[in-house]
Each structure stands twice: as structure tokens, then as C-alpha cells.
């Protein structure tokens, strides 16, 4: 079983719709989560980046911890083409250290 | 602000030559960089962690004598991959962290290495 787990779609949304992403982990340890977008043949950007549980809000992007159920999420509100990417979680145990990434959820914003 | 800039973005060589992938960052100073190597609808695989100054941290499994990291400054990190074959055609992606406490990873655009 892997340490962290995404579904790797494709999600099909009509614009203006909501993006609703979400990862599931195992290991406790992880305390910084962050969400990252990647566009085909392009390096990942950054989106999100949270600290224990919590909600983060940054424009559009809505990001959500639940550390008691080892569950993280991003929401992505009105949608719109120039989201279609895919979507990557990734998690540490202490700032710095190496990342670990979800297998990223590709998502498919319909104009 | 936090940009890193990788370059080449993409390389198309034989088999038997060493090519060398640099990653800068460019509008802050990073400690810390990371080489990760992306296959087709995949996930990041870490390859190796470099700390400006010291030796490179592998990953397990990744050859240190076939993937050799210098990280001589705090916005210069290159990746040489020696002797490529058509096996380690992939995507390179690097990433930088910004000094200071609980800065996240910030990744070049990657480079896209084709051994012929």
C-alpha cells in the first residue's frame, strides 16, 4: 500500500463548477501538505501549502487538512478550462525534508 | 517570486554521452535542492536531496556514480547524468527551498532528456 493515495481520475467537470480533490495517508508523521498543479510536459507549481489540520484559503483554491482522519482535500471554485491539469498532493514530516507525492488526479475542466 | 529556472528543457543525444541539467534559483537563495525523475503519467520520483556545500543524499536504488549531483552554490545546482543510455531517457524535474524556517519546494519546468 502506498503512503499516499489519489485517485488518478480523469475528473470531468463543466466549467464554473466546483473541483473537489482529495488525498488519504497513512503515516502519521506528515505535517506539511501542499498541493501542486502540473501542466503536461511542465514542471509542478505550487498551489497550497499547509501546516497540521486546517483550512487555507487563497483565491479560488480552498485547501483542507484532517490530520484525525488522515485526509487531505483542495476545492477549486468556477472552474474554469485553464485548470485542466493534473493535480498533485504531497506531504513531509518536517520543513525541508523530501517530499511525498499522491499519484496526482487528472482533471478535465469542459468549456 | 520564487522562481527556478532549469535548463535545458530538453535534450535529444546518443548513447554514451554525459549531459548536464542545471537548476537555479533565481530570485532567492536555496540550502536545500531536490532532482526528481518523472515517467509518463507517473508520479515524482526523488532521486536525490543536495545541500550546498556537502555531499548529495540518494535515494536508494539511484546510481551516485551514474547521477552526480553538485550543489556548489546557494542558487546552483546541476544534475550530470554520465554515460546516458536510452534507459534513462525521462523527465528531470528540480526543486529548490527557499532558506528559512518552513519554506516549501518550488520546481523548474524539468528537462526532457532523449538518449538515442
Known amino acids: 500500500q502506498k503512503e499516499v493515495e489519489q485517485d488518478p481520475g480523469p475528473l470531468s467537470v463543466p466549467e464554473g463548477a466546483i473541483v473537489s480533490l482529495n488525498c488519504t495517508y497513512s503515516?502519521?508523521?506528515?505535517?506539511?501538505f501542499m498541493w501542486y498543479r502540473q501542466y503536461s510536459r511542465k514542471g509542478p507549481e505550487l498551489l497550497m501549502y499547509t501546516y497540521s489540520s486546517g483550512n487555507k484559503e487563497d483565491g479560488r483554491f480552498t485547501a483542507q487538512v484532517d490530520k484525525s482522519s488522515k485526509y487531505i482535500s483542495l476545492f477549486i471554485r468556477d472552474s474554469q478550462p485553464s485548470d485542466s491539469a493534473t493535480y498533485l498532493c504531497?506531504?513531509?514530516?518536517?520543513?525541508?525534508?523530501?517530499?511525498?507525492f499522491g499519484g496526482g488526479t487528472r482533471v478535465l475542466v469542459k468549456p | 517570486g520564487a522562481v527556478v529556472s532549469q535548463h535545458p528543457s530538453r535534450v535529444i543525444c546518443k548513447s554514451g554521452t554525459s549531459v548536464k541539467i542545471e537548476c537555479r534559483s533565481l530570485d532567492f537563495q536555496a540550502t536545500t535542492m531536490f532532482w526528481y525523475r518523472q515517467f509518463p503519467k507517473q508520479s515524482l520520483m526523488l532521486m536525490a536531496t543536495s545541500n550546498e556545500g556537502s555531499k548529495a543524499t540518494y535515494e536508494q536504488g539511484v546510481e551516485k556514480d551514474k547521477f552526480l549531483i553538485n550543489h556548489a552554490s546557494l542558487t546552483l545546482s546541476t544534475l550530470t547524468v554520465t554515460s546516458a543510455h536510452p534507459e534513462d531517457s525521462s523527465f528531470y524535474i528540480c526543486?529548490?527551498?527557499?532558506?528559512?524556517?518552513?519554506?516549501?519546494?518550488?520546481f523548474g519546468d524539468g528537462t526532457r532528456l532523449s538518449i538515442l
Open positions: 503515516n502519521s508523521a506528515f505535517q506539511y
Open positions: 526543486s529548490a527551498r527557499p532558506t528559512g524556517a518552513n519554506q516549501p519546494q518550488h
Open positions: 504531497a506531504m513531509s514530516k518536517a520543513a525541508g525534508n523530501k517530499l511525498t
